[in-house]
């Protein structure tokens, strides 16, 4: 493996900042499933607490009323992640935390402050995005882990924290790109990658490309994040057979990101069209040149 590709995946992000943290991180368990499963029992899945089974109700009993049902709209980096678990229960990461001192988020969000640990303990890591085919035996839901580097092994493996796998061989992620490219040329049906909301279509598989390929670059957007030119249903659905193509271009470089590691880096620094992102907060009207403003 090239070790400036390593070293690039060393660095932190505003998503995964560990500097906080770094001396507690780094006294954090060194056995990669204790840390999982630690990490995993200070947080509710939103999907966990909104069930409507036995467990579901349990949590929702034992969870205060008043607090979010998530809480990825205010803990998108893992220094916030971790100021509200300290917050909470001063003792910060603790196998018996008490469900009402817990934090309400998803796969991203465990994924990014897992990566946020690995890195501050000296590991290359990465998020990626895609859908996991090992929650139902149907359909593959949209879904966030990490990677990091085995040196031993001289190879990435899978960390995911929400799923409490790590290095299964039959439990493995398709990531965005291989979707996107699968449903394209007709390998597989559009309707085996859902998103965690039902929807189903191209649109959402091409926004979990960008969301790969933001990942890939120490960008760990949020899903609530969205290219700009795709941000809207009928934006999408106004592509023409170039900007398709532009898309199937990505996807392939991202099927071997570090292979393509200098051609994605090179997009990604050059390419407004791939960089430029719309959050909830910030439309296209906020990315205009600023003589253009106004003639609006």
């Known amino acids: 493996m090239n070790r400036e590709i390593l070293d690039f995946y060393k660095k932190i992000s505003m998503y995964t900042n560990y500097q906080p943290y770094e001396k507690y991180f780094k006294e954090l368990p060194d056995d990669l499933d204790e840390l999982m499963n630690l990490i995993r029992s200070n947080i509710i899945h939103r999907v966990e607490l909104m069930k409507d089974n036995e467990k579901g109700e349990q949590l929702r009993m034992a969870f205060p009323w008043y607090r979010y049902r998530c809480e990825d709209d205010v803990l998108l980096t893992a220094p916030a ?76 493996i899978d960390y995911d924290v929400d799923g409490l796998l790590r290095d299964d061989k039959k439990k493995k992620m398709i990531f965005a790109s291989l979707a996107w490219l699968d449903v394209r040329s007709g390998k597989r049906d559009i309707s085996y990658f859902v998103h965690g909301s039902g929807i189903r279509g191209l649109a959402m598989l091409a926004r979990a490309v960008f969301f790969d390929f933001h990942s890939l670059m120490n960008d760990e957007i949020s899903y609530l994040f969205m290219p700009t030119y795709i941000d809207e249903e009928e934006e999408f659905f106004s592509l023409t057979t170039d900007d398709l193509k532009e898309i199937d271009d990505l996807a392939q470089l991202l099927l071997e990101p570090d292979k393509n590691f200098d051609e994605i880096r090179y997009l990604f620094r050059n390419d407004p069209k791939l960089r430029v992102i719309n959050t909830p907060l910030v439309g296209d009207r906020n990315h205009l040149e600023l003589e253009d403003i106004g003639d609006l």
Do not use: N
Not at 108 to 121: F, H
């Open 81 to 156: 992640m971790m100021a509200e678990l300290f917050r909470q229960d001063e003792r910060g990461f603790v196998l018996d935390r008490e469900v009402a001192d817990k934090i309400v988020v998803t796969c991203r969000y465990m994924s990014v402050l897992a990566a946020s640990i690995l890195k501050a303990k000296g590991y290359s890591c990465r998020l990626r995005s895609g859908f996991a085919p090992y929650f139902y035996d149907d359909i593959a839901c949209d879904h966030w882990i990490c990677q990091y580097y085995d040196e031993k092994t001289e190879r990435w």
